[in-house]
């Protein structure tokens, strides 16, 4: 894969999204150049400078096509999603926006729900996935779902159930999964418990508390290891035996990626602490 140019600006990154923007600069989703140009601003922000990301792997996403990004949840807000959509508009040539399923509830804070959809980030519906992998966008899928960031900080590199929609939305869509492992986002929040009547109370699945009660992420190196394309055969209509069969070979797939990058991890770590 080409190097991407160190040259070119945030701006020209988003302008070089081959997405189709009409004159105001808006898609037929609703996504808005201007305010992914903010965004990609702040995020860009945290990917080098905050949490110094290291990201592998990116020459086997797909530069153009259809193509879902399925990897684990690791922390407890939506900081690996956020670092996850910044690296496909930072590491690829050309950029490409992963466009990832919201939960619910973020529908309930006006201002989180505008910056959501303009940023390409839609309510995980079924129909909203399909439209978007049959106009050749780049999904970004937890299936570990809200349970995956409610891991405690003991847990962080363990994997919960993985539902199994995905996988049938990949058979239905002829779309090949990429599979990553996100690392780092369960010492960025350290959740030692989860409050879900607070959560309830605010709307929301729970409230991750840390050592230092406020789930304010701390500056730790994160990292994306993303592996080679998975492709199965189906149509999507096949028994829960068999979709369950394809659905723990990513979830081992991924488990690999964070295991084999975790000693890595370590032994660099390893290395930085010897005389």
């Given at each position: 894969m080409r190097p991407?140019?160190?040259?070119e600006s945030l701006s020209e990154r988003v302008e070089r999204l081959e997405l189709p923007f009409n004159e105001y600069g808006v898609d037929p989703y609703g996504i808005s150049k201007k305010h992914l140009k903010l965004a990609l601003e702040f995020f860009a922000f945290l990917y080098r400078n905050y949490f110094r990301v290291r990201c592998t792997g990116v020459q086997h996403i797909p530069k153009k096509g259809r193509g879902m990004l399925v990897g684990n949840h690791s922390g407890g807000v939506a900081v690996d999603g956020m670092m996850v959509l910044t690296s496909t508009m930072l590491e690829m040539d050309p950029p490409r926006l992963a466009q990832g399923m919201v939960e619910r509830f973020i529908h309930k804070f006006p201002v989180a729900s505008l910056w959501a959809s303009r940023t390409g980030q839609f309510t995980g519906l079924p129909e909203h996935a399909v439209r978007l992998l049959e106009d050749d966008r780049l999904l970004m899928i937890f299936p570990e779902g809200a349970r995956g960031t409610a891991k405690l900080y003991p847990d962080r590199y363990s994997l919960v159930d993985f539902g199994t929609g995905f996988i049938r939305l990949a058979l239905q869509t002829r779309s090949p999964i990429i599979?990553?492992?996100?690392?780092?986002?369960?010492?960025?929040?350290?959740?030692?418990?989860?409050?879900?009547?607070?959560?309830?109370?605010?709307g929301m699945p729970y409230i991750p508390l840390t050592p230092y009660l406020l789930p304010l992420p701390l500056p730790v190196g994160l990292e994306i290891h993303y592996g080679e394309p998975l492709v199965f055969e189906g149509t999507g209509d096949e028994e829960d035996h068999v979709i369950q069969g394809y659905v723990d070979q990513v979830k081992a797939r991924i488990q690999r990626l964070i295991e084999d990058n975790r000693a890595e991890r370590n032994l660099r770590r390893t290395r930085r602490l010897l005389p």
């Open positions: 991407v140019p160190q040259s599979p990553f492992a996100f690392l780092g986002g369960g010492a960025a929040i350290p959740t030692i418990t989860n409050a879900y009547a607070l959560g309830k109370l605010l």
